[in-house]
T-cell receptor, first 111, second 115 residues
């Protein structure tokens, strides 16, 4: 257990529905990252928060994706109008001095 | 930009045999290097990291990796593997000394240890 939690662990949704994932980082960490991992690939960066500010976004993050981190605590990642190509593991990580600590991930399946 | 290459998608090995998982990286700036391990349906766990100093770094469970700047490599080794080492291993890099610490991962190597 790294101290980073994610909910839900699994989500099955129908194409076109909206989904929201939550990440609770290690409490003293002010930096938080979201990554997406598709089958057979390494994780790819999606977005970065320092406290409540979203400072970086990848081109992978289409307009259907939005992320928030109110009050610099937990973070949410929402996907609107899901597509089958959104099926993946969504990983959250919070950062210490040098290394990132990953949560267990949310596996999204879009049918 | 940084990139990571893990040429071996899968490495089968017998229990108690030695293993090496290869990682090569590309970067125009100095980087920090990491190995993460992922067990099925779980997140990533940090195995070891190279930040500076001795080029040979070790983990608590017998893995070691050596940073070779001239060959831009950070290969992972273990002299004797266990069944429980079966997992996916990811090599990752990020720029040194920046607030923004985006990790760039390789595609992973699946280590399969059989009795």
């Amino acid at each position: 257990d790294t101290g980073v939690s994610q909910n839900p662990r699994h989500k099955i949704t129908k194409r076109g529905q909206n989904v929201t994932f939550r990440c609770d980082p290690i409490s003293e960490h002010n930096r938080l990252y979201w990554y997406r991992q598709t089958l057979g690939q390494g994780p790819e960066f999606l977005t970065y928060f320092q406290n409540e500010a979203q400072l970086e976004k990848s081109r992978l993050l289409s307009d259907r994706f939005s992320a928030e981190r109110p009050k610099g605590s937990f973070s949410t990642l929402e996907i609107q109008r899901t597509e089958q190509g959104d099926s993946a593991m969504y990983l959250c990580a919070s950062t210490g001095a040098y290394e990132q600590y990953f949560g267990p991930g949310t596996r999204l399946t879009v049918t | 930009a940084q990139s990571v290459t893990q040429l071996d998608s899968q490495v089968p090995v017998f229990e108690e045999a030695p293993v090496e998982l290869r990682c090569n990286y590309s970067s125009s700036v100095s980087v920090y290097l990491f190995w993460y391990v992922q067990y099925p349906n779980q997140g990533l766990q940090l195995l070891l990291k190279y930040l500076s100093g001795s080029t040979l770094v070790e983990s608590i469970n017998g893995f070691e990796a050596e940073f070779n700047k001239s060959q831009t490599s950070f290969h992972l080794r273990k002299p004797s593997v266990h069944i429980s080492d079966t997992a996916e291993y990811f090599c990752a890099v990020r720029k040194e000394n920046t607030g923004f610490q985006k990790l760039v991962f390789g595609t992973g190597t699946r280590l399969l240890v059989s009795p």
